[in-house]
């Protein structure tokens, strides 16, 4: 049985209840009425100025004011996590975030404002939620290790502009005071391969922990299938203090390459230079390069099948070159039944892991591989017609080297939670490079 507190949280926590919200809005049948510049689909577009497969998508709700096209996209994971062993610990509590867009035709382009918030500092607390062999920012002076920092309250606060030049090329830009930079790949909540997998990959901080950047200006060209990119922003991690804004600064820059060629794949690849990305470090800048592949398809008429791989590498002054690479699928098969799971490898330092201790003897630079394995399932237990809930369950498999064995009790510490997952529900009749939502459907229309 699931303690009262569960149920309790769920009647409290604030996303949770808009969400559900959604399941009693009144019907609005209306189609969006926006010229997709180039014929490129709002919904193409992932976190920041990232791009999807077009086969696939995020569970959504689309609607009308007058001119203006309005986006609710979010999840709410509220969830028991145990991670075993001496370096594990349990925590009771729930991941969530929600996107509001709103889009309308502007000077012969699209101009879309967007924000994007999230109640994590109160529901994992300010230090985040449990996650072995998880490293990146600090809290109180000190590294986190084992633990996932939570997401700011303002995740994303900006604006983007894009417009065709002629029949085959378009520009575009973005500007936030919070937001995400061109440089890695899609953020790993808003990937088709992850939406419904609660956690942060280990991998994270190689690859796509700049989505949440205090200051971003970008400016691209895009055609139909292809987008070059580059950006100036903030290189610092956000801080401890997660309500408010970080200082804003632009002294970093990235850029970034996207390619479409079909409906069902998305490339990518980046390199950014950021000054001063850690505080605990504040005399040392970091090189990344990340690159990423997305593939997804349709299965049926209800579901889709999603997968990504991702990769990574840092490099600070006088340290040595480390990679992360992930690979992680998720397949909706019907309404219902939802699988999913991760495999990640990453090369972490004994500071980033908290073993460079004089007890443990480890010097600070030293690199270890450590990786993990996560599967899992959700079964929806209740469909309204705007938002659904579903019960899943996750299973992880850590796998250390020997010399870190005595630290985490095992070359193999697990981990696992169960959760309740509320999210939009979406329908769909999407085909390949068109996508449109009907907000009133039938009883036997396609739902994602």
């Known amino acids: 049985m699931l303690p009262v507190s569960f149920w309790n949280l769920l009647r409290r926590v604030s996303p949770l209840a808009a969400m559900s919200a959604l399941a009693g809005a009144p019907a609005v049948a209306q189609q969006s009425m926006m010229t997709d510049p180039l014929g490129v689909a709002m919904d193409r577009m992932g976190s920041g100025t990232t791009w999807i497969p ?40 729930a991941l969530n975030w929600g996107m509001f ?38 809290y109180q002076g000190l ?30 830009l973005y500007g936030a005071p919070s937001g995400e930079p061109a440089l890695g790949p899609v953020a790993f909540m808003h990937r088709p391969s992850a939406m419904d997998l609660p956690t942060a990959p280990i991998t994270h901080h190689w690859q796509d922990a700049t989505h949440i950047s205090f200051g971003v200006l970008t400016a691209g060209l895009f055609g139909h299938q292809w987008k070059l990119e580059g950006s100036i922003f903030n290189g610092r991690e956000p801080d401890q203090y997660r309500w408010g804004f970080d200082p804003i600064k632009l002294d970093s820059y990235s850029g970034r390459v996207t390619l479409n060629p079909t409906a069902n794949w998305s490339f990518s690849g980046g390199y950014g230079h950021m000054k001063s990305p850690e505080a605990l470090h504040p005399d040392e800048s970091m090189h990344r390069a990340t690159a990423s592949a997305l593939h997804g398809t349709r299965i049926g008429a209800d579901g889709q099948w999603a997968s990504a791989g991702v990769w990574g590498v840092n490099k600070q002054a006088g340290h040595d070159l480390t990679h992360g690479v992930l690979a992680e699928s998720e397949a909706i098969l019907d309404p219902r039944h939802t699988i999913l799971g991760r495999l990640e490898y990453v090369q972490k330092s004994a500071e980033d892991l908290a073993v460079n201790t004089p007890l443990l003897g480890f010097p600070a630079d030293r690199v270890f591989g450590v990786g993990n394995l996560s599967l899992g399932v959700v079964r929806e237990l209740g469909r309204w017609q705007r938002a659904t809930i579903g019960l899943g369950l996750m299973g992880t498999v850590n796998v250390v080297p ?17 959760f309740l997952r509320l999210r939009p529900r979406r329908t769909n009749s999407d085909m390949a490079g068109m996508k449109m939502d009907m907000a009133a459907p039938g009883p036997d229309a396609p739902e994602r």
């Open 54 to 93: 077009d086969a696939v998508s995020l569970p959504s709700r689309h609607y009308m004011t007058g001119r203006w096209e309005m986006m609710l996209h979010g999840f709410v994971f509220a969830q028991e996590n145990v991670q075993l062993g001496p370096r594990g610990s349990s925590q009771f509590g």
């Open 101 to 138: 867009m709103a889009s309308r035709a502007l000077a012969g382009g699209r101009f879309q404002a967007r924000t994007m918030l999230s109640l994590d500092p109160a529901t994992v607390t300010p230090r985040g939620y449990p996650l072995l062999l998880q490293s990146g920012e600090s």
């Open 402 to 418: 020997s010399a870190l064995q005595p630290t985490y009790g095992s070359r193999t510490p697990l981990g696992g939670l169960v």
């Open 143 to 172: 590294g986190l290790h084992d633990r996932q920092h939570p997401h700011d309250f303002l995740m994303e606060l900006g604006v983007l502009y894009e417009r065709p030049l002629n029949k085959a090329l378009g520009i575009t």
